[in-house]
């Protein structure tokens, strides 16, 4: 089995910012794609950050050039650098990874409450 556990949430000033982070472990062959996702309070979980297993990034247009995905595959780690901060980056944010094993199978962490306040 595989977990992942994420850690860095808080609460935090408008404009200011934070790190998350994202460690896998368990049975763990590879890990193909990693990422973020947020839920903010009364809302549906969107879709954040995303980076492949050859580096390459996506970003939702509400956090481009804010935002910075970023992977350490030695330590099974994600990232997300987060600055600029803004009361609408409120939210549970959740990473994911498509870990192989014998086969691929995505994984999710528990989540991390993010508090942006005015």
């Known amino acids: 089995q595989v977990q992942l556990v994420e850690s860095g949430g808080g609460l935090v000033q408008a404009g200011g910012s934070l790190r998350l982070s994202c460690a896998a472990s368990?049975?763990?062959?590879?890990?193909?794609?990693m990422g973020w996702y947020r839920q903010p309070p009364g809302k549906q979980r969107e879709l954040v950050a995303t980076?492949?297993?050859?580096?390459?990034?996506n970003y939702a247009g509400s956090v481009k050039g804010r935002f910075t995905i970023s992977r350490d595959n030695a330590k099974n780690t994600v990232y997300l650098e987060m600055a600029s901060l803004k009361p609408e980056d409120t939210a549970v944010y959740y990473c994911?990874?498509?870990?192989?094993?014998?086969?691929?199978?995505?994984?999710w962490g528990n989540g991390t409450l993010v508090t942006v306040s005015s």
């Open positions: 994911f990874m498509t870990v192989v094993s014998i086969y691929a199978k995505p994984y």
């Open positions: 368990g049975r763990i062959g590879s890990i193909n794609g």
């Open positions: 980076v492949t297993s050859g580096g390459s990034t």
